[in-house]
């Protein structure tokens, strides 16, 4: 075992000065403390605080250590083996992981220091061989981990043997025919999925065919996960039977395959792995529960335990994979099912609409099934990539009648689109509906609404955070560098110096030592996307693009002071960024290269689930420097001369219905009701959600101050205003004072041209 001397030694301090940085009983130096715990965490070192009392006898607590509370079949399991312990005089002490390495971690050290007699563990790390063999094997304790194996590592196990039993239930389906069959399943870093899947593919195998690996969905074992995942991946191609791994994966599969418009046992089946319990007889026919005893599993380990510890001096290590589940009987043929009938739609009830290609309306369209067979009307979508949206909607002026019902428009569009005659005006429907609109952000219906007058839906409450490598930003070696060299600690950034400053030591041009090639990156290729990176920044420094008047005022010293700091940015993104998009960005963040993303909380789960996938790499979310934020989201608006408004208005009701807002923040992260943002399991589930609430409520317009009886100025002109301003810069053309003075000439210019007043005098 490690002790206190080793991290004394390594650390070049004396017992004593770990003793203080670890226990916080005497003050020691910031840089002193980060060498110690940089040191207790190279050797984790884990302090025994009871060792203080070498008198007290073998202790009577056990610990278990668990994924997370809603895992059932987790829950099930510990709630066997404490009962069984419980009875035999033994305390046991749970804590959860959550999923979380270091939290996991933590509580090994913390249950170790407790001088637990024995653990049992579910761990989420089994790559992390090297930690368990160094601190659990050598503390001399029985441990037990179950149903994961910790790979490279001899050690107690048990488990089920997930293998036999998935290629015993293909074997069964392909056997009455079935060829489409899913697999939905967890991470193939875990033993219990991995096994699953080579069962899976082996069964195809022995059959004389190949699975079609299109057919396997990877979640992160939740139920709203499992829901997103399946809907995504199966909602134009259904399978005829599909293979859960857990309880929850059930859940949510079960719920997609209700908007995907199919039932069991008329249109597929399904196998859960679980238990025959009480409560799950409530799932419909169709639904075969493979009964994986966790109150065996449990007891059974609760057992081995006993065992152990009454014989201390056993040192062969057991491996028990249990292989004899209760499986469904025969599952009835192929031929039974029924094919999906197709989706009613009447032709007269038809909406054309026309959408942007972004995560939030895909995740509408995934959901309209649902709509048109509550409803019978027909949708019809257009979708258009964001930068080509503006250009098309422009087009349809002249034809207004004939083009679409219904537009989705970015916030920034809505005085151009309402001037050209575009969006209708929509208070007398909420009236008559009874749509609650203080449901929706505060910001988010402004972005709707001139004066008192609603001219749309909000569908996402867009906003823009800081995502940051949070396993990089807590490395002890990592902190204890940044603190000598800029003499405070390392953190998500608050101000945009100190923004500048991380992102310098993350950049291995000027810190060797750095593990990411860049401190961050930047969408500066189109206008629409670099603008709001120049935007956060003036708002940051004081400044803006009008002043309280409504006049343009751009050249002043904030802004230079904004720009400044922003050309300094450049120093520590790649050298193509000026080219880069926002999924650019967000690749780069996500493959490593990056160590913090300022960026919308529309790509908040793509980033989110991209690093689950890996063990060392945990993502964090924090405010924008400043906070001073672009306010963004997209709304759903009507055309006024549409010929199919009381469907239009049927759409829009089912969108606002408290379910389907609920479902879309499952399915992309960015909701427009207040009430997701708040809800326990969804804030588990996305940690973002807390911070792009904040930022909501800090945002700024980015569309000019409207004016009654004025033309309205195009929404993308002042964004080439800006753009053009920092290409100039940054080109060594101009000064930045000098590019900020023709940028002013160029705004006064668009504004006379609208018939906009432009007071001669500078602001």
């Not at 037990?144 to 239930?169: A, D, P, S, W």
């Not at 199966?234 to 309880?247: D, K, S």
């Not at 219906?445 to 906003?463: E, F, K, V």
């Not at 969408?523 to 409504?550: K, Q, T, V």
């Amino acid at each position: 075992m490690v002790t206190i001397r080793d991290v004394a030694k390594k650390a070049g301090v004396s017992v004593a000065t770990v003793s203080c940085a670890l226990n916080g009983t005497k003050q020691v130096r910031p840089e002193t403390r980060s060498r110690v715990l940089e040191a207790a965490r190279a050797l984790d070192y884990i302090p025994n605080s009871s060792a203080r009392n070498l008198k007290i006898a073998s202790s009577k607590v056990i610990g278990v250590i668990l994924t997370d509370i809603k895992s059932q079949f987790h829950v099930d399991i510990f709630n066997s083996l404490s009962s069984y312990l419980q009875q035999r005089g033994y305390t046991i002490q749970v804590a959860f992981s959550n999923e979380l390495p270091g939290t996991e971690r933590e509580n090994i050290r913390l249950l170790l220091s407790q001088n637990v007699c024995g653990l049992f563990l579910v761990t989420c790390q089994p790559e992390y061989s090297n930690f368990f063999a160094s601190q659990l094997l050598k503390s001399r304790i029985p441990v037990i981990f179950m149903e994961r194996v910790v790979k490279r590592l001899t050690t107690n196990y048990i488990g089920y043997n997930n293998y036999n039993i998935t290629h015993e239930l293909v074997t069964r389906l392909l056997n009455q025919g079935y060829r489409k069959i899913a697999l939905v399943c967890g991470s193939l870093r875990f033993s219990s999925e991995s096994d699953c899947v080579r069962g899976y593919a082996e069964a195809y195998s022995s059959a004389g065919t190949v699975a079609n690996s299109d057919f396997i969905c990877y979640t992160n074992m939740t139920k709203e996960n499992a829901f997103q995942a399946y809907l995504k991946k199966f909602h134009n191609n259904p399978p005829e039977a599909v293979l859960c791994t857990n309880r929850e994966i059930t859940d949510g599969a079960l719920l997609a395959i209700q908007y995907c418009g199919l039932k069991t046992p008329e249109n597929l089946i399904v196998v859960s792995f679980g238990e025959e319990t009480w409560d799950n007889i409530a799932y419909s026919s169709g639904v075969y529960v493979v009964s994986r005893s966790a109150s065996y599993m449990g007891e059974l380990a609760a057992k081995k335990m006993l065992e152990l510890l009454q014989e201390p001096n056993i040192s062969d290590s057991f491996f028990i994979e249990m292989d004899d589940p209760a499986l469904p009987a025969d599952f009835p043929p192929v031929s039974a099912l029924k094919r999906p009938l197709p989706r009613i739609q009447d032709p007269s009830r038809k909406l054309r609409i026309l959408s942007c290609d972004i995560g939030s309306l895909n995740a509408l369209r995934l959901l309209c099934t649902h709509f048109i067979q509550k409803t019978g009307i027909s949708l019809e979508f257009t979708v258009l990539p964001q930068s080509q949206l503006l250009a098309r909607i422009s087009e349809s002026f002249s034809s207004l009648t004939d083009s679409f019902d219904l537009y989705t428009y970015d916030a920034p569009w809505l005085e151009y689109m309402v001037q050209n005659l575009c969006l209708s005006e929509l208070r007398e429907f909420i009236d008559s509906s009874g749509l609650d609109t203080g449901r929706f952000f505060a910001e988010s219906r402004y972005n709707c609404m001139l004066g008192d007058r609603i001219y749309g839906i909000p569908i996402t409450a867009g906003s823009q955070i800081l995502f940051y490598r949070a396993d990089l930003f807590e490395d002890p070696k990592l902190m204890s560098m940044f603190q000598e060299q800029y003499r405070i600690s390392l953190r998500p950034p608050r101000t945009w110096t100190e923004f500048n400053n991380i992102a310098k030591f993350f950049t291995k041009k000027y810190n060797e030592d750095s593990p990411t090639e860049y401190g961050t990156s930047l969408a500066g290729g189109p206008e629409p996307e670099l603008s709001p990176e120049i935007m956060m920044r003036l708002w940051g420094f004081g400044g803006g693009i009008w002043d309280n008047y409504g006049q343009p005022s751009l050249n002043t010293v904030a802004n230079a002071n904004a720009m400044a700091n922003m050309i300094q940015t450049l120093n520590y993104v790649k050298p193509e960024s000026m080219e880069s998009t926002i999924e650019d960005t967000v690749d780069d963040f996500c493959n490593g290269k990056t160590a913090m993303l300022l960026s919308f909380t529309e790509f908040a789960q793509k980033i989110s689930f991209q690093y689950q996938r890996s063990l060392r790499q945990r993502i964090g979310f924090y405010h924008i420097p400043s906070r001073r934020t672009a306010s963004a989201g997209w709304n759903l608006g009507l055309n006024p001369f549409s010929p199919h408004r009381e469907e239009a208005f049927e759409f829009l009701s089912w969108v606002c219905e408290q379910k389907t807002s609920f479902l879309l923040a499952v399915l992309n992260g960015a909701p427009q009701f207040v009430a997701p943002y708040h809800n326990h399991d969804l804030q588990r589930m996305y940690p973002w959600l807390p911070y792009s609430e904040a930022s909501v409520h800090t945002s700024q317009k980015r569309n000019p101050p409207y004016q009654k009886n004025r033309l309205s100025i195009p929404p993308n002109a002042m964004d080439h205003i800006l753009c053009t301003a920092f290409r100039k810069i940054i080109s060594s053309r101009v000064s930045i004072s000098s590019a900020l003075e023709e940028a002013q000439a160029e705004a006064a210019r668009i504004y006379t041209t609208y018939g906009h007043h432009v007071r001669s005098s500078r602001h």
